[in-house]
């Protein structure tokens, strides 16, 4: 059983109207939820009661500036205000904020109760773009960033695989030393942020302990899968993490407005299928949503990712093939000498 996080009402991030990352993309979340042979694998609402929990300023703090999380906070008095040319903070932004963050480590604490084989957080701004002292990209905490640090000062190994189609740039900046973390991302290049290259590889005693997979504009899903197993794969074995945890944008889907990659909603399914034989142990994968701005494509690959979690198979679209990726695979296959 699922257990999944998606909580409408405490949703109260304001963006202007025509922003992309609005709170319409929750509904469809929830339409997703609400589908019958999808809810029936969520544990139910009663079982967890009111177990999800905000975070405190102090596990923002696990990641970020106190003077960052101070400026957030008190950014919550003012109106609708604009912290860079795409990211936005208004009166109750922080508060939701720390709900989403909050998710991921209750998420944590039910898992590791023995609540639920996979866990599956819903929410609201997404999180990989922001740095330790800056909002950017949509995002105001890094909630990933957060859940794995919560888990590294507990001594638990945690890999991070991220595939949204923009670059994680929070994501790798936090844990570019960190021995405890491995980060993997295969995203689309050249795109927003324009980082994530793949000799970008970590420092100190993480020194390959970051893999980027940078993969060309029109990619379909069966690049994406390649690189997942082929590149990714040897080096989320070779760490042997406690936990695995899903920066799950659905932005590389094709009809996604904010890039140009050509993934379906079956391609999720597959991508979800091999992430989950990966998982060190049943309730230790969470996944994290990140990006995915086109309403119906958001909730079909949704629905895919989550009944392949629950062993169904709703595949509202075919998986996509073909196309180009191969050079850049074979590329980065050469730097990790595979
Ligand atoms: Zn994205």
Redesign the pocket.
Known sequence: MILAYCDLERDKHLVPPGHPEDHKRLEALSRALARPEIAECLIDRDTIGDSWRKASLEDLELVHTSSYVTSLSKSSASTLRRLDPDTYISPESFETALYACGAGLSAIDLLESGLGTFGFVGMRP?GHHARPSQAMGFCLINNVAVAARYLAKKRRRVAIVDW???HGNGTQEIFWDDPFVLYVSVHQSPLYPFTGLAHETGSGQATGLTVNIPLPAQSTGQRVRQALEEIAQPQIEAFHPDWILVSS?F?AHRSDP??SMCLTSGDYFDMTRWVATLAPQSGRTIFFL??GYDLHALQQSVEACLSALSEGSLRPEPPSSGGPGLVEITRCKEIWGL
Request: proline content about 10%.
């Open positions: 997404p949204d189609v923009h944008g932005d904010l890039a990140e990006g």
